[in-house]
């Protein structure tokens, strides 16, 4: 009997190394028609959040004296009052509304497929955090990177120099509602939207595919190039993380670096000149990639075995020529290029 006991403790331990790899075997077989209604489903969620906050933003600025008079909030305080009631009223009507509706008709119809998925798979120890978040780190900098080297080919090209994601930092500096909308409402939004709703409703076709076409959307939803490119190479470390182990964690990661990494060192090097940021942060940069690189070189293997087994299916990123998600990059890069321009 010992040896059955242990035995079955060697399997649940395995099990838990190559985590849940079994779950893989749940890939669907699809056409290309599939594939690009269900991404355009998808797409449509996300729309769906884009368009109820505007309006809600809008409404709530035409009313924005009741928040002063009512909320006892301060003036300079009401932008981010503002974009944090839009965000979290307008996520909270797609949540209801999309399992409510979209689920239920969706049921026994196989060509469909909508998934909330919010709880945890498997417990995370603050080790594997931790690894996630450097992680976060790495591919932060290799946005970082590539915005230098963007604002450098703009440079020659004689183009304006703008940092496109600067405005917002700029329009709400200080605000401490601001500083919640961005480092606290933004990840949680974010995170139920793409990677509670999208990312396990894609599933079924790879989770590579899942992770990144969330992941896509994540940074073409923010209209802006550089911050687009950063966005959606967290979103990978992001969408691995809700997909491997919660949605919950995908949440802190993001608000962890948004609060200790974009708002305090940020903070702290804006007492230093401006070439000694640059070098700062360059050579930072350039340390966290080499880190990345290594970690990739040493656990390779474990990577390749873990993208073998969560391989898209057949047709898969045909999705991706959907019209809805065709469009959704030619309009939010045409504000993207605005942004820089103008």
């Not at 505007?54 to 003036?75: A, D, H, P, S, Y």
């Amino acid at each position: 009997m010992s040896a059955g006991m242990k035995k079955a403790q060697d399997s649940t331990s395995n099990s838990m190394i190559l985590s849940d790899t079994s779950r893989t075997n749940d890939k669907q077989p699809c056409s290309k028609a599939t594939m690009r209604h269900d991404v355009g489903r998808q797409t449509l969620i996300v729309w769906s959040f884009v368009i109820l906050s505007g309006i809600l933003w809008m409404v709530f600025q035409k009313f924005r004296f009741l928040f002063v008079m009512f909320g006892n909030v301060q003036e300079s305080e009401v932008d981010g009052v503002v974009i944090m009631a839009s965000g979290v009223v307008a996520v909270l009507v797609v949540l209801v509304a999309y399992r409510q509706f979209w689920i239920e008709n969706a049921k026994g119809v196989r060509s469909i497929h909508c998934t909330i998925r919010l709880s945890s798979r498997q417990s995370l120890d603050w080790r594997i955090w931790l690894y996630l978040f450097v992680a976060v780190l790495v591919f932060a900098s290799v946005g970082n990177l590539f915005s230098q080297g963007f604002q450098g080919v703009l440079g020659v090209l004689g183009w304006p120099q703008r940092n496109d994601g600067a405005q917002f930092g700029q329009m709400m500096d200080g605000s401490i509602s601001a500083l919640l909308a961005v480092g606290v409402a933004g990840p949680v939004i974010e995170g139920v939207l793409l990677y509670g709703i999208v990312l396990p409703s894609l599933e079924r076709y790879g989770r590579i595919f899942a992770i990144i076409t969330a992941s896509l959307l994540f940074g073409c939803i923010q209209g802006s190039i550089t911050q687009g490119v950063s966005a959606m190479l967290i979103g990978l470390v992001l969408g691995w993380a809700a997909s491997e182990y919660s949605v919950v964690w995908s949440m802190t990661l993001c608000a962890f670096y948004y609060l200790v990494v974009q708002e305090g060192i940020s903070s702290f090097m804006t007492m230093l000149s401006d070439q000694t940021q640059n070098v700062i942060q360059y050579t930072f940069d350039v340390l966290l990639l080499v880190v990345g690189l290594v970690f990739f070189v040493v656990n390779r293997r474990k990577v390749t075995d873990w993208c073998a087994s969560n391989r898209s299916v057949k047709h898969a990123y045909q999705g991706w020529r959907s019209p809805l998600f065709i469009l959704t990059f030619v309009i939010f890069g045409f504000v993207a290029v605005t942004r820089l321009l103008f």
